[in-house]
């Protein structure tokens, strides 16, 4: 089992910036992906980003592409991402999930066994 760590969420006001960080612990990590969820109350699960395992380039979300960044550690089992240009609407909870190496797409949630706890971003405009 893998157990992922989350900090850096917070409030922030429109326009800055805040990067998030999960760590994971327990397994051999460069056969995982890595990706990043939020969900906003009331709101469904939603995909931000993430990194295929053989693979350092991240997918991202529509409403996020262009502001938001998403890295691996050199240790690849620390994801970084680094979210620019925050607006009001990206306030939510944020979580970071692992999932070991398959054929499912890994912008759907079904590709992640593993998730954090979450970390909470607020946006004020």
């Known amino acids: 089992q893998v157990r992922l760590v989350e900090s850096g969420g917070g409030l922030v006001q429109a326009g800055n910036s805040l990067t998030l960080s999960c760590t994971a612990h327990g397994r051999a990590f460069r056969f995982y992906s890595m990706g990043w969820f939020r969900q906003a109350p009331g709101k469904e699960r939603e995909f931000v980003a993430a990194?295929?395992?053989?693979?350092?380039?991240?997918q991202y979300g529509d409403s996020v592409q262009g502001r938001f960044t998403m890295f691996r550690g050199d240790a690849m089992n620390t994801t970084y991402l680094q979210m620019n240009s925050l607006k009001p609407e990206d306030t939510a909870v944020y979580y970071c999930?692992?999932?070991?190496?398959?054929?499912?797409?890994?912008?759907?949630?079904?590709?992640?066994?593993?998730w954090g706890q979450g970390t909470q971003v607020s946006v004020s405009s």
């Open positions: 999930a692992a999932g070991l190496k398959s054929t499912i797409p890994i912008i759907s949630k079904r590709a992640y066994s593993d």
């Open positions: 990194i295929f395992w053989g693979s350092r380039t991240a």
